[in-house]
C-alpha cells in the first residue's frame, strides 16, 4: 500500500529565511508525487510534480523539489519565504492516474515578519 | 476558463439525513475524484469516476455513493449521516491523457457540517 508521511506538523519561519518541508513516500512501483499548497477554507493548489526524468522540479511562486529514491523523500524548498507563503503544504503520491492519490497529513507552515 | 466548481460551498446536516454534493469538472475533463478531507488531516481518497464508470474506491463505507453524468459532472452522496463524516469534500478533474501522467485540479470544496 502506499503512504506519505509528512514528519513535521508545523514549521515557523522568518520572513527571508531558507524553507525545507520533509516528505516521505512508500510506494511499490515508480511513484509520481506532488506538492499542493491549501489556504485557509480553499481547495488545493498544485506547486509541483515529478513524473519522471531530472530528479530537481522547479514548480510556482519559487518553490522546487528534490526526488532521492534511496531515501524515498520528495522535499520541498524554497530559498527566501514571504509572508504570503503562510498556509497548509501537502505531499502526495500516485501513479499516472494521479485522480487516486495519497496524501500526507500536512505540515502547516507560520511565516514571522 | 471556469476551473472545478463545487456546490454547495457549507452545508449544515443532522444524523442520520442525507446529503448530496455537486462537482463540475474543467471543460474538456472526463475524470473525477472526490476526496474527504477531516480537519488536521491531508485529504483521503473516496471515488474516481472516469467516462461515468467507477475507477476507483477508497476505504468508505457502502454510505457513501457517488455517480458521473454525461457531460462528466459528479455527484457525492452520503447517506445516514454520522457526525464523523463532518470535513470539507474535495472534488478534483483530470484529463486522464493516454501518454502522459496527469495531474488534478481541486475544487474549493464544500463544508459539510453535520450536528
Known amino acids: 500500500a502506499q503512504s506519505v508521511t509528512q514528519p513535521d506538523i508545523h514549521i515557523t519561519v522568518s520572513e527571508g529565511a531558507s524553507l525545507e518541508l520533509r516528505c516521505n513516500y512508500s510506494y511499490g512501483a515508480t511513484p509520481y508525487l506532488f506538492w499542493y499548497v491549501q489556504s485557509p477554507g480553499q481547495g488545493l493548489q498544485l506547486l509541483l510534480k515529478?513524473?519522471?526524468?531530472?530528479?530537481l522540479v522547479q514548480g510556482i511562486k519559487g518553490f522546487e523539489a528534490e526526488f532521492k529514491r534511496s531515501q524515498s523523500s520528495f522535499n520541498l524548498r524554497k530559498p527566501s519565504v514571504h509572508w504570503s507563503d503562510a498556509a497548509e503544504y501537502f505531499c502526495?503520491?500516485?501513479?499516472?492516474?494521479?485522480?487516486?492519490?495519497?496524501f500526507g497529513d500536512g505540515t502547516t507552515l507560520t511565516v514571522k515578519p | 476558463d471556469a476551473g472545478v466548481t463545487q456546490s454547495p460551498t457549507h452545508l449544515i446536516k443532522t444524523r442520520g439525513q442525507h446529503v448530496t454534493l455537486r462537482c463540475s469538472p474543467i471543460s474538456g475533463h472526463k475524470s473525477v475524484s472526490w476526496y474527504q478531507q477531516v480537519l488536521g488531516q491531508g485529504p483521503q481518497f473516496i471515488f474516481q469516476?472516469?467516462?461515468?464508470?467507477?475507477?476507483g474506491r477508497g476505504n468508505f463505507p457502502d454510505r457513501f455513493s457517488a455517480r458521473q453524468f454525461p457531460n462528466y459532472s459528479s455527484e457525492l452522496n452520503v447517506n445516514a449521516l454520522l457526525l464523523g463524516d463532518s470535513a470539507l469534500y474535495l472534488c478534483?478533474?483530470?484529463?486522464?491523457?493516454?501518454?502522459?501522467?496527469?495531474?488534478?485540479?481541486f475544487g474549493p470544496g464544500t463544508r459539510l457540517t453535520v450536528l
Open positions: 515529478y513524473f519522471s526524468g531530472d530528479t
Open positions: 469516476y472516469y467516462e461515468k464508470e467507477e475507477r
Open positions: 478534483a478533474s483530470s484529463g486522464m491523457a493516454r501518454d502522459s501522467a496527469n495531474e488534478q485540479f
Open positions: 502526495a503520491v500516485g501513479n499516472t492516474n494521479a485522480g487516486k492519490s495519497t
